[in-house]
């Protein structure tokens, strides 16, 4: 695996919007796997501006979308969907129908996981984007999920929900249960960057870089992608120096 240790923040997005913008200069129309959490937010605002001031652009550009809480839909602005429309998708010239996230709202879940892991047999990822959990889980690969997973859902551990409740009005409104891509269709990515900041992630940093390939740590299956780039903080990284 490759590291990139950033001084801060505002550094790591540059670098992580600066190797999906090669990626989309060199193939129009690529296959973006994207993630949502705070994390890639200041790499979404860098891809906007750069869409604004360079006009790269994202028309024949197709997207993959990691996890979607089960129940919620476009109309819950605490839906994955909302948020990858407002923090990435309605600042680039994308078509919209050309951007895929699973289905929420789905009433058939089990068919709903097999459709999206048929969709990725034909959309595989040129990048994927990942944030990581503080217990080291991948999009929602919680700890013990099979590193030969594919789409499924997931309850959601009680460390998740409670790390997820920052961004909802109150821990009773976090759903429970989400769909997401499994641990294999995420090393089925051509090319993977994991982004990390911040010291509360130093823990799980270690276990993906330095720790026993074990599915306690799902992140540390991404030790044997042939092209996993991890780029962090100076705080993540403080146990991997
Ligand atoms: C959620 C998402 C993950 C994300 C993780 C970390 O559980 N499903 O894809 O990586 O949170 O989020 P954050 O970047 O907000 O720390």
Redesign the pocket.
């Given at each position: 695996m490759k590291v990139i240790i950033c001084k801060d923040y505002e550094e790591m997005s540059k670098k992580a919007a600066e190797t999906i913008i090669a990626v989309v200069k060199k193939n129009p129309s690529a296959v973006l796997g994207l993630?949502?959490?705070?994390?890639?937010i200041g790499t979404y605002s860098e891809m906007i501006r750069d869409h604004k001031e360079n006009g790269t652009s994202y028309k024949g550009v197709k997207t993959v979308n990691?996890?979607e809480y089960v129940g919620l839909d476009i109309n819950s602005d605490q839906s994955?969907v909302y948020f990858m429309r407002h923090n990435l998708f309605y600042g680039l010239d994308i078509d919209l129908a050309n951007t895929h996230i699973e289905n929420g709202k789905a009433e058939d879940k089990e068919a709903e996981c097999r459709k999206y892991d048929e969709l990725l047999k034909t959309l595989v990822q040129d990048v994927q984007v990942?944030?990581?959990?503080?217990n080291g889980?991948?999009?929602?690969n919680e700890p013990f999920t099979p590193f030969d997973s594919t789409t499924h859902v997931v309850d959601l551990t009680e460390n998740?929900i409670k790390?997820?409740s920052r961004?909802f009005k109150s821990i009773d409104e976090v759903p429970r249960q989400?769909f997401?891509m499994g641990l294999k269709n995420i090393m089925d990515a051509k090319k993977i960057l994991i982004?990390a900041n911040?010291k509360n992630?130093a823990k799980a940093v270690y276990g993906l870089v330095k720790g026993e390939v074990t599915t306690e740590v799902p992140a540390s299956i991404l030790q044997k992608h042939p092209d996993c780039t991890l780029i962090c903080d100076e705080e993540a990284a403080a146990l991997i120096k």
């Open positions: 993630a949502t959490g705070s994390t890639p990691l996890d994955y990942l944030g990581i959990g503080s889980h991948i999009a929602f998740t790390d997820n961004l989400a997401t982004l911040g992630k």
